[in-house]
């Protein structure tokens, strides 16, 4: 090219207009700029909420995990539904256990409540809540009468703390006739008080006819240890 060619051609570039330049920015502040735009809230109306973006975030995980435990279970998905249906009816079996455990009493508190009343009291309000249904009212009052009319006459040492269970293994050893049955009293108070269970017409039946015995009954004789011949 000739002199006076390249000449023209300086002229056409410094006569190009500064729009055809061009702009070179910086990394760090074209990113800067960058989220200084998008922080705008108009490009934010329609996000989700914090709560839901939770959501969305954990249902991912556990989606991730669900494909992934059924990549490695035999018979994929169908596999890890299986395993998921034998899991849920264990538990099912696991909760029907521990309800029927916790339903039987392990522990027997006091006979008596605070309210002090004689056995004819408790007697009569059995006889009360016998004829209105209410079985568990009525085997409850019924065993504070039957334990209640032996402290009266003497046969049972009171005591405000006592259980059933104690009440019932001190009158067998007044009653050993009666024995057996002063347990299955006894079991019958806690079942009512203690273990949730629904009383039955049946076993209050079979505490006032224990009951009724009891008050005619006569107490057995101590046996005297025998003398040492000296």
């Known amino acids: 090219m000739t002199r006076?060619?390249?000449m023209a051609a300086l002229g056409r570039l410094m006569a190009r207009p500064e729009g055809d330049i061009p702009v070179r920015t910086p990394r760090v502040p074209a990113r800067e700029a960058a989220e200084r735009e998008l922080s705008d809230p108009r490009y934010h109306q329609h996000d989700p909420n914090?709560?839901?973006q939770a959501l969305d975030w954990l249902w991912a995980r556990i989606n991730e995990l669900a494909n992934s435990a059924a990549g490695t279970t035999p018979g994929g998905w169908i596999g890890l539904l299986a395993i998921a249906a034998c899991v849920v009816l264990l538990l099912i079996a696991l909760r029907l256990r521990l309800g029927a455990v916790r339903r039987t009493?392990?522990?027997s508190g006091a006979l008596f409540d605070e309210t002090p009343r004689t056995a004819a009291e408790h007697r009569s309000a059995a006889d009360r809540h016998a004829a209105e249904g209410h079985w568990n009212?009525?085997?409850?009052?019924?065993?504070?009468?039957l334990v209640l009319a032996l402290e009266e006459r003497t046969l049972l040492t009171p005591g405000p703390g006592?259980?059933?269970?104690?009440?019932a293994t001190e009158a067998g050893r007044a009653f050993p006739r009666?024995?057996?049955?002063?347990?299955?009293a006894a079991r019958a108070f806690d079942d009512v008080t203690y273990g949730g269970r629904p009383g039955t017409e049946a076993a209050y039946a079979l505490l006032a006819c224990l009951d009724t015995d009891l008050q005619h009954a006569k107490p057995a004789l101590a046996t005297a240890p025998p003398r040492s011949s000296g």
């Open 178 to 184: 009666y024995a057996d049955q002063l347990r299955t």
């Open 105 to 107: 009493p392990t522990t």
């Open 137 to 145: 009212q009525a085997i409850q009052d019924r065993m504070r009468a």
């Open 4 to 6: 006076g060619g390249n």
């Open 162 to 167: 006592r259980t059933a269970d104690e009440a």
């Open 50 to 52: 914090p709560i839901q």
